[in-house]
């Protein structure tokens, strides 16, 4: 079996957000919604995610480019912006999405999610990285 096909097989079995899989090993698995589990996956397994495959539910620029700067090989995703398409397709990732979207939108559906407008800001990962830990900084201390 590939390891997109593990992947996205883990993703629908157990309901989770995201999945990674490589040499058909998991990689990282979680529940959580947004970019947390893609940042966390990168900031705890960076080493690992050269040449993984990805199963994301959702998937906008700041999440395209973490998985570039990773060496992600494969991604499948639910739902996917055009600016995630226009990073990907400047990499040598392999992608499929069922969905496409101007933008990914925030979780009330009220504007444009917080995470994609820092990402537009920035084509660079450092800066898009930095934004991301003070953006999840925030959310933890409410």
């Known amino acids: 079996m590939k390891d997109i096909e593990k992947a996205v097989g883990l993703l629908k079995e157990e309901n989770l957000a995201l999945a990674i899989v490589k040499d058909e090993r998991i990689v990282f698995r979680s529940t959580d919604k947004g970019i947390s589990p893609l940042y966390k996956a990168l900031k705890e397994h960076e080493a690992e995610l050269e040449g993984s495959s990805v199963a994301d539910r959702v998937t906008g620029k700041a999440a395209a480019m973490i ?52 990402s537009l800001k920035t084509d660079n990962i450092n800066d898009l990285l930095n934004g991301i830990s003070d953006f999840l900084e925030k959310i933890k201390r409410g």
């Open 67 to 118: 998985c570039s700067h990773a060496g992600v090989k494969a991604l499948k995703t639910n739902l996917i912006s055009d600016n995630a398409i226009n990073v990907l397709k400047e990499s040598n990732i392999e992608y499929e999405y069922d969905e496409r979207t101007p933008f990914i939108k925030n979780r009330d559906h009220t504007g444009m999610c917080p995470v994609e407008t820092i």
